[in-house]
């Protein structure tokens, strides 16, 4: 099992930013009482719909990513801020450091998020859609801070967020809010900018669309490689996803969705990977979700199965091929590339299995055309019945509901784009 050991990179807001050199953010009362209207929202979500189908006039995207280092001086300062406040030394951060080290100090994410604001502008441009797309990061350059003054700066004062992120949990909705909310008292802009966030798009066709075709084109490449084939015995379809405390996944979701064990988050997952398999002609096919990148401590449970000890049982079962999905991940950044491509990949050829690893969305047409489609949808105020949804579990909030994604280590802090707390 692959683990860092770093802890939860969730650090408590206060330290975090103390650490960064920021003010932390004010408390939740002064945006608005707790579940009293939507903090930070523009005025068609304030009261705090599941739906918002009042249309909005947005000034602009706000797409909101993780950040990432670009040479190898940046490597343990963004350590540092993605861990801060939990007095991780530096040596410890190394252990994680070395990954990036492989690749020259070099995250990929953000060209790749430079390559998909190219490509939003482009795809918005070609439907005549005047939007400008401004981009921040939580834990880079550009950061969060960076991008708002700009919108301050050229006069934008609603916004409609993008995160790169398709599901719900702390660490992939939650906590962008968070930053959302912490970047507007960075910068004072709390009383001028309001932000909205697309809803989290984990079953929205454009999204699903590039792992149908990864899995159909994934399993035709296996048949070519192992002549005989069977893929009803002979194959696994492996579908990852990172790892998150087993305390965060049970309460990832509104609580009275009741989503039990591993919360929306895993059953989000799971809904998808039914849906890849059906339509991609391979309900005859075996798989399971699996967990990547565990970064917590032993003593704390995370979301298992792991990946490679999943792959290490698969001999024993006949398996002969695996396809592994990168479901849970929007491009191919060092969590791929190192954790799959690396390690998982690694595990397979330890164990006799020949393996394929599909794409991610990255910049792929259906997942581009995708984002227009829900950042439209707020513009237009479409009704909840006319939004696609390929599971039974969407289409998902606009408006994230109390207690939404609560991170139980460290309490509510103020959110936007969701009903208090």
């Not at 702390?170 to 906590?175: A, D, F, K, L, N």
Request: charged share 25%; proline share 8%; aromatic share 8%.
């Amino acid at each position: 099992m692959a683990a860092t050991n770093l802890g939860s990179t969730g650090a408590a807001a206060p330290e975090r930013e103390a650490a960064r050199g920021r003010k932390p953010a004010p408390a939740a009362e002064a945006y608005c009482a707790s579940g009293a209207c939507v903090p930070g929202a523009t005025e068609a979500a304030q009261s705090g719909p599941e739906h918002v189908t009042e249309p909005v006039a947005y000034d602009a995207i706000l797409l909101a990513g993780f950040g990432g280092p670009e040479g190898q001086d940046d490597v343990i300062p963004f350590l540092r801020n993605v861990t801060s406040g939990r007095g991780i030394p530096d040596e410890r951060l190394e252990e994680v450091a070395h990954h990036y080290r492989h690749f020259d100090g070099i995250s990929p994410i953000n060209q790749q998020n430079r390559e998909l604001k190219a490509a939003l502008e482009a795809e918005l441009a070609r439907r005549g859609v005047e939007l400008p797309v401004i981009w921040g990061n939580r834990n880079w350059d550009p950061y969060l801070n960076d991008a708002l003054n700009e919108a301050n700066e050229r006069g934008f004062t609603k916004l409609i967020a993008i995160a790169t992120s398709a599901y719900s949990s702390y660490s992939s909705c939650r906590q962008y809010r968070e930053d959302f909310a912490d970047a507007l008292a960075d910068t004072g802009l709390a009383e001028t900018v309001q932000i909205d966030k697309v809803r989290q798009f984990f079953d929205h066709p454009g999204f699903v669309q590039p792992f149908i075709e990864g899995v159909r084109d994934g399993l035709a490449e296996l048949e070519r490689r192992v002549p005989g084939l069977d893929r009803t015995s002979g194959v696994e379809v492996l579908f990852a996803t990172h790892s998150i405390p087993s305390t965060d996944a049970a309460r990832s979701g509104p609580a009275e969705r009741g989503f039990g064990e591993g919360g929306a988050y895993a059953a989000q997952h799971r809904a998808v990977a039914e849906v890849v398999m059906r339509e991609a002609g391979a309900s005859d096919v075996p798989w399971q979700l699996v967990y990547q990148s565990r970064s917590g401590p032993p003593s704390m449970p995370w979301l298992e199965p792991d990946i490679n000890d999943a792959i290490a049982e698969l001999p024993a079962t006949g398996r002969k091929a695996v396809v592994i999905v990168p479901l849970g991940f929007v491009s191919d950044h060092m969590e791929v590339l190192w954790d799959l491509d690396n390690e998982a990949l690694e595990s397979c050829e330890e164990h006799g299995l020949e393996a394929v690893r599909v794409p991610t969305p990255g910049t792929h047409p259906a997942y581009v055309a995708g984002l227009v489609d829900l950042v439209l949808e707020r513009v237009n105020g479409t009704p909840t019945e006319e939004r696609p949804a390929m599971t039974e579990l969407g289409p998902w909030y606009d408006v994230c509901r109390p207690g939404c994604c609560e991170n139980v280590r460290l309490g509510f802090r103020p959110a936007l784009a969701g009903i208090a707390p």
